[in-house]
C-alpha cells in the first residue's frame, strides 16, 4: 500500500505531466477520494507548492506555473527498489556490472534524506537476494563482455562451442541478439549461420569467441522472452515420480514447494513428480535422498540410477 508521501509525490508528477485535469480523475489515478484529494491540495499548499484550479468546461486543477519537480525525490520504497535491484544486477552479471552498482549506490545515498537511507540500510541488511548463479560467473565475465560488445555493435561472432550431447566441439558463427539469465545459467541467443536458424547458446560452454567485423540487424519483431518461452533448451524435459518411504515422508513434506505434485499414500509413504532438464538431472536430485526414495518412472532413469549404484559400489569397494 502506498503511503501519503508516496502519494504526494505522485500528484505532483501527474499535475506536473498534465495541466487542467479533473479532481475526479486525479483522485482516481491516486486511488483516493475527492475528499482526500482536496486534503493533498493544501498540504502541498503549505508545503510552498501551490495548486491552482481553472473553472470551466476545458478547466482542471495545475501547479502553478513555472514550478517543476526537483529531479530525483524518490519515496522509501522507490530507494529500496532501485537500492535492491543494483544489488541484484551485481549478483547476477558479477564483476561486469560490479563497479556500476557500487557507483549507482554511492549517488543514491549522497542524495537521499536520513530517514529513507536508514529504510535502504535496513532493506540491504534484512532483504537479501543470493546465489542465482552458479559458481564461476567471474570466469565468464570476459565472454559476456565481448558478446555485450558484439551485440551493441551489432558485430558477428565465432564462437567454439561444446554441446551436451557432442563427443567434439563445433565452431560457429553467430548474430548475437540478446544475453538471458534463465534456470541458473547465461545463454546467448542469436541466428547461428551454420544452422540457418535461432539458436540458444550456454555461456559456460562457449570455449572461444572472437568479434568479426561482418554487421548484422536484429530483426524488428524479435522478442527474446518470447522466444525462450517456447525453446525447449534449459527448460524441463523429464518427469520424475519418486516415491518417499514412510520413514522419510517427513523430508517430502518439508521439500513440498520442489514437487508438481505430492500425493500421500495409504501405507504412510508419498509420491512426488519434479521435472529436470534431463536425466542426469533427475537421477542426481533422486541420489540425493539416498535410499530413501524410490524412482517409480521414467523406466530410462531407474536404469541409469541403477547403473550408478553399481558404478558407486565398485568405487566404494576397492581396498577392502
Known amino acids: 500500500m502506498s503511503s501519503p508521501a508516496s502519494r504526494l509525490i505522485s500528484l505532483i508528477m501527474l499535475l506536473q505531466r498534465q495541466p487542467n485535469q479533473k479532481a475526479g480523475d486525479l483522485a482516481v489515478g491516486l486511488g483516493v477520494s475527492v475528499r482526500t484529494l482536496h486534503r493533498y491540495f493544501t498540504q502541498l499548499d503549505e508545503m510552498g507548492i501551490p495548486i491552482y484550479a481553472e473553472r470551466g468546461p476545458y478547466g482542471g486543477f495545475s501547479l502553478v506555473r513555472g514550478y517543476k519537480l526537483p529531479p530525483l525525490i524518490f519515496s522509501p520504497e522507490e530507494a529500496t527498489a ?5 544489488s541484484l544486477v551485481e549478483e547476477m552479471w558479477g564483476k561486469l556490472y560490479r563497479a556500476a ?9 549522497n542524495l537521499l534524506p536520513e530517514t529513507q537511507r536508514e529504510e535502504v540500510s535496513w532493506a540491504r541488511r534484512s532483504l537479501v537476494s543470493s546465489g542465482l548463479y552458479p559458481p564461476g560467473l567471474d570466469a565468464q565475465a570476459a565472454i559476456l563482455e565481448q558478446l555485450r ?15 551436451a550431447t ?3 566441439s563445433s565452431r560457429r558463427r553467430l548474430d548475437p541478439y540478446a544475453l538471458v539469465f534463465r534456470w541458473g545459467w547465461w545463454y546467448v541467443v542469436g541466428f547461428c549461420h551454420n544452422r540457418r536458424e535461432l539458436r540458444t547458446f550456454r555461456i559456460d560452454r562457449i570455449q ?10 536484429r530483426p524488428l519483431d524479435f522478442d527474446a522472452r518470447a522466444f525462450m518461452a517456447h525453446e525447449p533448451v534449459g527448460q524441463p524435459q523429464v518427469c520424475a515420480r519418486l ?4 520413514q522419510a515422508a517427513s523430508i517430502a513434506r518439508l521439500n513440498r514447494p520442489n514437487w508438481e505434485s505430492f500425493e500421500e499414500q495409504p501405507d504412510g ?30 523406466p530410462e532413469l531407474r536404469i541409469l540410477l541403477r547403473d ?9 569397494s576397492k581396498g577392502e
Open 82 to 86: 532501485i537500492s535492491l535491484g543494483a
Open 101 to 109: 552498482a557500487h557507483s549507482a549506490l554511492a549517488k543514491l545515498e
Open 149 to 163: 560488445s558484439a551485440m551493441h555493435a551489432s558485430r558477428q561472432v565465432e564462437i567454439v562451442y561444446s554441446s
Open 166 to 168: 557432442a563427443v567434439t
Open 208 to 217: 572461444e569467441l572472437t568479434a568479426l567485423q561482418e554487421a548484422f540487424e
Open 243 to 246: 516415491k518417499f518411504s514412510k
Open 269 to 298: 509413504s508419498v509420491v512426488v513428480t519434479c521435472s529436470a532438464p534431463d536425466l542426469n538431472w533427475a537421477a542426481s536430485t533422486s541420489l540425493a535422498y539416498g535410499p530413501l526414495v524410490e524412482v517409480l518412472d521414467p
Open 308 to 316: 550408478w549404484a553399481q558404478a558407486l559400489v565398485e568405487i566404494y
